[in-house]
C-alpha cells in the first residue's frame, strides 16, 4: 500500500439545521483511502454515509474537519473552483444514473470533455472506444430512455471515468440493478479502475456489493464502527 | 468550454421545448419589426423631404429681405434693415458666406417673336452668379461684359403663347402647352415697362442661357446684370419721382417662400429726396450662398439674430428634421416598449427553463460544468432567442417597409401631379438593419442575466438528491 492516501477525512463534523433543533449526521469521521484501493462504505440507509460522500467529494462542506484529495484541501477551494477540481479529480456514479436525458449516449458519456474543452473529434473518438470496451458500441446514438438500467449505468461509468480521474465516488451504483447487472456493472466497474490504477470509495447498503471492496468501513449513526479487510 | 460547444448546446437545449422557444421568439420577432419599421418611417421621411427640397431649390441659398421681422402675434421685433451696399458687404463678412449678390426686381409685358408674355426679371451681380449655384443647362451665365443679356429659368417659356395660332387652333388646346425651353436659346425678347408718368419704354433682351430644371424656385424667372435692371428701374420710378405719389408699385406684398408674409415697405418712402434716408436706391434683396447646409442654419440663424428678414431652404430642413426625429422618438418609443416586454418573455422562459433542468444543471456542475460554464449556456441561449427574434424581425421588417412603400407610392402618385419617381416612405438603411439585430442579441442577453446568475446558485447536492 502506498504511504500518502489520496483521500484523507480529518475529523469530519456535520451538522444540519432542522427548525429549532441542531441534528448531527456526521460525527467525527476519519478515514484514509490509498491510491489503486477499492474501499466500500457499508451501512443502513440515514447512516450518513451519502453525506460523508458528498463531503469527500467536495459537494457539501462540512460543519468541521478537512477534506484532502490528493494534497489538495477541499476546505480552501472555492465553490466556483470546485467544479474545475472535481473535473480533474473526480468521477461520480450515482444511483439513478444521472444522465442527460436530451443527449445520447455518446455525449452523456463524453460531457465532461466539453467542459474540459476537448475538440469534438478527439473526445468522440475517445467516447466512442470507451463505449465500446463497456458493450455499448452499438447504441452510442441511443437516449438515456431507450436504455436499460444496466446499459444506462455503463454510460455513467463511462462517464466517470472518460477524463481519467484519481478517485471515483459511487453513491448506490447498483441500488436500481437486478443482482446479475449488479454484478456484471461492478466487475466491469472494478476491472475497469484496477487496469487504471484508479481508486473508488463505494456507497452502498448491500453487504453482498460491499464485499467487492478490498476494504468494508461500516457506518452507523455516523460513525464509523467497523472495519474490514477482505 | 468551447465556444462552438456552448452555442451548439444553447442551441439544442433551445429546441427541445420548439413551441416555446417559438412563441418566446415571437415576442422578439414583433419587438424588432415595430422598432425597425417605426424608425424606418422617421428616416423615409426626412429622406423624402430632402429630396423634394432639394428639387425645390438649393439648400446653400439664403435670401434676405428688407422690412421687419414680425413676432407672432404681428409686433415688429426691432428696426427695420436697409438693404445697402453697406448690407451687402456687411453680409459678404459673415464667417460662412461665401458669395453675396445684391437684387433687384421688375416684371412687365413681353414679346418674343409673335408670341406674347410677361417676364419677371431679377438683376444679380453677374460676377458671382456660378457662385450662386446657377446653372445653364442651355447657352451660358452672364458675363460681368454682358449688356441686356438674360439666362431664363426653364419654365419661362411658358410665359409665352401664340395668341393667333391658338385662335386658329381653335379649342383643341385646352390649358397651358408644355414647351421645349432650348427653344428660347439666342431668342430675342422685348420687354415693355412703363412709369408712373405713363412714358412706355421698350427694351430687347438676349437670351444667352437656359437654366437647368434642377431648381424649381428659379424656374419662372429670367435673370440679368443688376446694372441692366437698375437702370430700367430707375426710369419706372421716374414718374413716382415727379408726381410725388406713391404708385401703384409702391406698396408692395411679397409672398416669401416660408409662408411668412413680409410687408416690403422700400419704395414707400413719403419723404424722398429731401432726406438723407433716401431709400429709392436700396435693394429689393440680397441673395448669399453659404458653404454647406450647415453654414446656412447657421448664418441664416446669424442673420435673423442681426434684424434681418432671412430665409432659406435649409431652415425648412431644420424643422423637417426635429419633425423626423421627435417622429422617431416616438415611434421607436412604442417598438422599444414591445421589445421590453418581449425582454420580460425571455426572463420568464429562461427561468422556467431552470426550474424544468435544476436536475440538470446539477448534473453538470458534479462532472465538471464550471460557473462560468453555466452561465455561459443559459446566456448564450437567451442571447441566441433574441438573435433569432431579431434577424427574423428584421426579415418581417423588409417585408413590411416594401408593402408600406407600395401602398404609399400609390397614394403619392395619386396625389402629385409631379412627375419623377416616387420617394420611400420607409427606408431601412444598412446600419439600422446591423443595430436591430445586435440590440436584439443584447436584449436577449440583458434578459438571460438574471435566469444565468439562477442557474449558477442551483446546488449539484439539491439536484442530483435521489428522489
Not at chain 1, 8 to 22: E, F, H, L, S
Not at chain 2, 33 to 45: E, F, R, T
Not at chain 2, 362 to 390: C, N, P, Q, Y
Request: charged content about 20%; aromatic content about 6%.
Amino acid at each position: 500500500m502506498s504511504p500518502k492516501p489520496i483521500l484523507q477525512a480529518k475529523n469530519i463534523i456535520k451538522k444540519y439545521r432542522m427548525g429549532t433543533q441542531v441534528v448531527s449526521v456526521l460525527n467525527s469521521i476519519n478515514l484514509d483511502v490509498y491510491p489503486g484501493e477499492v474501499v466500500s462504505l457499508l451501512g443502513k440507509s440515514g447512516c450518513g454515509k451519502t453525506t460523508f460522500l458528498n463531503i469527500a467529494a467536495g459537494l457539501e462542506r462540512p460543519t468541521k474537519g478537512e477534506i484532502i484529495i490528493d494534497g489538495h484541501l477541499l476546505n480552501k477551494i472555492s465553490e466556483s473552483k470546485m467544479s474545475v477540481f472535481r473535473r480533474k479529480y473526480i468521477g461520480f456514479v450515482f444511483q439513478l444514473y444521472n444522465l442527460i436525458p436530451s443527449m445520447n449516449a455518446l455525449e452523456n458519456a463524453i460531457l465532461p470533455l466539453v467542459f474540459e474543452g476537448i475538440p469534438a473529434r478527439e473526445r468522440e473518438q475517445k467516447g466512442r472506444e470507451l463505449l465500446k470496451t463497456m458493450g455499448l458500441g452499438d447504441r452510442l446514438g441511443h437516449k438515456p430512455s431507450e436504455m436499460s438500467g444496466g446499459q444506462r449505468q455503463r454510460i455513467s461509468l463511462a462517464r466517470a471515468i472518460i477524463n481519467n480521474p484519481r478517485i471515483i465516488f459511487a453513491d448506490e451504483p447498483t441500488g436500481n440493478l437486478d443482482s446479475r447487472t449488479t454484478k456484471e456493472i461492478l466487475d466491469l466497474l472494478i476491472s475497469t479502475l484496477r487496469k487504471n490504477g484508479q481508486t473508488l470509495l463505494m456507497v452502498t447498503h448491500d453487504q453482498e456489493v460491499a464485499r467487492h471492496g478490498d476494504r468494508i468501513i461500516e457506518m452507523a449513526d455516523g460513525k464509523i464502527i467497523g472495519e474490514k479487510v477482505m | 468550454m468551447r465556444k462552438k460547444d456552448l452555442f451548439l448546446m444553447a442551441n439544442q437545449n433551445l429546441w427541445r421545448r420548439k413551441a416555446r422557444t417559438i412563441l418566446t421568439c415571437l415576442g422578439v420577432i414583433i419587438g424588432t419589426a415595430s422598432i425597425v419599421v417605426m424608425i424606418s418611417l422617421g428616416i423615409g421621411l426626412r429622406i423624402s423631404m430632402e429630396q423634394s427640397m432639394a428639387q425645390w431649390g438649393s439648400l446653400n441659398i439664403i435670401n434676405v429681405h428688407p422690412g421687419m421681422q414680425w413676432d407672432e402675434s404681428g409686433n415688429p421685433t426691432g428696426e427695420e434693415k436697409r438693404m445697402t451696399d453697406e448690407t451687402v458687404a456687411e453680409l459678404a463678412a459673415i464667417p460662412g458666406v461665401t458669395a453675396v449678390s445684391p437684387q433687384y426686381n421688375i416684371d412687365g409685358e413681353a414679346k418674343l417673336g409673335r408670341k406674347e408674355g410677361y417676364l419677371n426679371i431679377v438683376g444679380l451681380d453677374p460676377a458671382v452668379m456660378g457662385e450662386l449655384e446657377f446653372s445653364v443647362e442651355h447657352g451660358r451665365l452672364l458675363a460681368p461684359e454682358d449688356r441686356f443679356a438674360i439666362i431664363a429659368g426653364s419654365q419661362v417659356i411658358n410665359n409665352f403663347w401664340d395668341e393667333r395660332a391658338a385662335r386658329r387652333g381653335g379649342m383643341m388646346m385646352d390649358g397651358p402647352q408644355q414647351q421645349d425651353p432650348a427653344e428660347l436659346l439666342d431668342q430675342r425678347i422685348q420687354l415693355t415697362i412703363r412709369n408712373q408718368a405713363g412714358n412706355e419704354r421698350k427694351q430687347n433682351f438676349f437670351v444667352v442661357g437656359i437654366l437647368d430644371e434642377k431648381n424649381m424656385d428659379r424656374s419662372w424667372q429670367v435673370y440679368a446684370s443688376i446694372h441692366d435692371v437698375k437702370r430700367l428701374r430707375d426710369f419706372m420710378m421716374k414718374g413716382a419721382n415727379n408726381t410725388g405719389q406713391m404708385g401703384p408699385m409702391a406698396k408692395e406684398v411679397m409672398y416669401s417662400g416660408s409662408g411668412m408674409m413680409v410687408a416690403s415697405t422700400v419704395k414707400d418712402s413719403p419723404s424722398r429726396g429731401s432726406r438723407k434716408d433716401d431709400r429709392s436706391n436700396d435693394y429689393d434683396s440680397i441673395m448669399v450662398r453659404a458653404k454647406d447646409v450647415a453654414q446656412t442654419k447657421e448664418v441664416s440663424q446669424e442673420l435673423r439674430d442681426r434684424g434681418f428678414n432671412a430665409w432659406s431652404m435649409a431652415d425648412s430642413l431644420k424643422d423637417i428634421e426635429n419633425v423626423s426625429r421627435t417622429m422617431q422618438a416616438i415611434l421607436g418609443g412604442i417598438g422599444g416598449i414591445t421589445l421590453f416586454v418581449a425582454a420580460l418573455g425571455i426572463t420568464n422562459t429562461m427561468v422556467m427553463s431552470i426550474y424544468e433542468r435544476t436536475r440538470e444543471i446539477g448534473i453538470m456542475k458534479v462532472i465538471g460544468a464550471s460557473f462560468a460554464d453555466v452561465r455561459s449556456i443559459f446566456l448564450t441561449e437567451a442571447a441566441l432567442i433574441g438573435l433569432f427574434g431579431g434577424i427574423i424581425g428584421l426579415g418581417f421588417s423588409y417585408g413590411a417597409s416594401q408593402v408600406v412603400n407600395k401602398i404609399g407610392a400609390d397614394y403619392i402618385q395619386q396625389g402629385m401631379m409631379m412627375g419623377g419617381p416616387a420617394a420611400n416612405i420607409s427606408v431601412i438603411p444598412a446600419w439600422l438593419a446591423a443595430f436591430a439585430v445586435v440590440f436584439s442579441i443584447f436584449i436577449g442577453l440583458a434578459a438571460g442575466l438574471y435566469p444565468a446568475s439562477r442557474a449558477i446558485k442551483v446546488s449539484p447536492i439539491v439536484a442530483i438528491r435521489n428522489e
